[in-house]
């Protein structure tokens, strides 16, 4: 049976990915080698990754999702400052914060990984916190250059308040490619 690599995310509107491409282009300017940055066509809000599913899952997949945001009404929020995962001195991932009805989004994660649980899917180790990936630090970096690049992404003002209505949730499938991860939809959900 054929393996999808695969995940649980919320879509982003065009215009948040056009404004996702102006804080990339704020922290372009300086030279950051050990960076890979994320095609703003290709960022999305990630509830749960998956990983490599058989093909015939998906079904039950989607009755447990389903179940998860059943009574779920959309909800607002929105994306604001930049931030970098661990920390300012060995950042691993840059990101745009999303603020608003946090709660909301940090409940419906919760719910999905209950639902998944009993069929197989662990828990997420670490606490949910909505962010958008803007790049991604290599393993190759110099401890320098990421020093340099947390500094840079946390001196950065970047506040654009950009309202984001979270109304579908839907299971992705990931396809890895030299030239980066191509996503396509498998289903959607409306809330």
Known sequence: MEQIRS????????????ELA???DMLRPQEHP?????????????????????SGRVPEIEGAVREAARGVPAFHLEIGGLGVFPNTQRPRVAWVALRGEVEKIAGLQ???DSALLPL?????????TPHLTLARVRERASPQ??????ELVMSTKFEARLPLEVSAISLMRSRLTPAG?????I???RL
Do not use: C, M
């Open 7 to 18: 995940f649980i995310a919320i879509e982003l509107p065009q215009e948040i990915k056009v």
């Open 22 to 24: 102006r804080a990339q």
């Open 34 to 54: 050990g960076v890979k940055w994320v095609e703003p066509e290709s960022i999305h809000l990630t509830l749960k990754f998956l990983g490599n599913i058989p």
């Open 110 to 112: 919760e719910g999905i």
């Open 120 to 128: 197989g899917f662990p828990r997420e180790s670490r606490p949910f």
């Open 145 to 150: 250059e990421r020093r340099s690049f947390g």
């Open 181 to 185: 991860a191509i996503y396509s939809r």
């Open 187 to 189: 289903f959607t959900l």
